[in-house]
């Protein structure tokens, strides 16, 4: 017979439902997955990559001939176009980091921060995070007295971002077709780069100390405005390379198409895929073209896009020479 007194230890609690046990699981499994994410940046990328490597191996096999038939159509004076285009993108975007560093208080030549940044757009060529924190720390390395700190280059690649993810939006149009996307999304996409853009405006004027200092390229128009042509004219680079590979190979494409497929990249870089982005972005974004041509369209742009950065960081190594005296001993000029 049962005990009617109370325990006392007062009630037992109550058991959890299982509603809160499995939200309890998945937090737990986002945090730990997280936490892996910030330990072991650089495993977490390759293992990712690999995974989507063999998934796209698995996907092509049946197609190998036809990926390499239009891997070997591309012509190679479209092929140097490209490569062109690529230089000519980095250059852009690191004037445009030259700019942000410049009104954050950093007084670091335009030729040191390039030779930073060509030997952070290699990076770029394993994670874009790898690829900024390598840009960071060449530039603090290679001028450390005219550079600003760390947290101040972190802030003061935002403005780029913002801008960049604002081309997003109002282009994002040009995923209706590809991925289904109902006509009333690119409008909230548009709604919300609008209120990060005037949100970012606002906090640069009205913290001016630490961290927020990188912000200091949007407190006026003028940097603001010098902002947005640069990163129009790199995007606008990228855009007709995109256009120019994908139509040597036979990919009945518009420029609307590439657009689509340089917003696609955007998003999927997000994800730790490393050199496997070029090949499914074009599969996801253009497959209906042709999963073997679009694949081939994707590799040769990665491609193009290695080449066009091992030009630019060997510039950066043989103007570093140029600049360093002959005879042992002598100190470097900056």
């Not at 892996?36 to 049946?62: D, F, N, Y």
């Not at 780029?160 to 995923?175: K, N, R």
């Not at 949100?199 to 913290?207: H, Y």
Request: aromatic share 6%; net charge positive.
């Amino acid at each position: 017979m049962r005990d009617p007194r109370p325990s006392p230890d007062g009630p037992s609690p109550a058991a959890p439902s299982p509603p809160a046990v499995a939200r309890a699981a998945v937090a737990g499994w986002i945090s730990r997955a997280r936490r892996v994410l910030r330990e072991h940046p650089m495993a977490v990328t390759v293992v990712c990559s690999l995974i989507v490597a063999a998934a796209l191996v698995l996907g092509l096999w049946g197609k190998r001939d036809d990926f390499g038939a239009a891997l070997g159509d591309a012509p190679w004076w479209i092929l140097g176009l490209a490569v062109a285009l690529q230089v000519i993108w980095l250059i852009a975007r690191s004037e445009a980091w030259h700019v942000c560093v410049g009104a954050a208080g950093g007084s670091v030549t335009r030729r040191r921060l390039y030779r930073a940044s060509s030997v952070g757009y290699l990076g770029n060529l394993f994670n874009p995070q790898f690829g900024l924190g390598v840009r960071i720390a060449a530039l603090r390395r290679s001028a450390p007295a005219e550079s600003p700190a760390v947290s101040v280059l972190i802030a003061a690649e935002l403005p780029i971002l913002v801008i960049e993810g604002a081309l997003v939006a109002l282009t994002s149009f040009t995923l209706i077709g590809p991925l289904g996307l109902d006509w009333w999304v690119p409008l909230i996409f548009v709604t919300v780069a609008a209120g990060v853009i005037a949100g970012l405006t606002r906090l640069a004027r009205g913290r001016r100390e630490g961290f927020w200092t990188g912000l200091a390229v949007m407190r006026g128009l003028r940097g603001r405005s010098r902002i947005i042509a640069l990163v129009i004219f790199a995007v606008s680079a990228q855009v007709v390379r995109n256009w120019l590979v994908l139509k040597g190979i036979g990919v009945d494409v518009s420029v609307l198409d590439s657009v689509a497929l340089l917003i696609g990249a955007a998003v999927i870089g997000l994800l730790p895929i490393g050199p496997t982005l070029g090949v499914a972005t074009a599969v996801v974004i253009l497959g209906a073209n042709g999963v073997a041509l679009t694949a081939a369209a994707g590799a040769l742009l990665t491609a193009t896009g290695a080449v066009g950065a091992l030009c630019f960081a060997t510039w950066a190594l043989l103007d570093r020479m140029r600049r360093s005296p002959g005879p042992l001993g002598t100190p470097l000029v900056p």
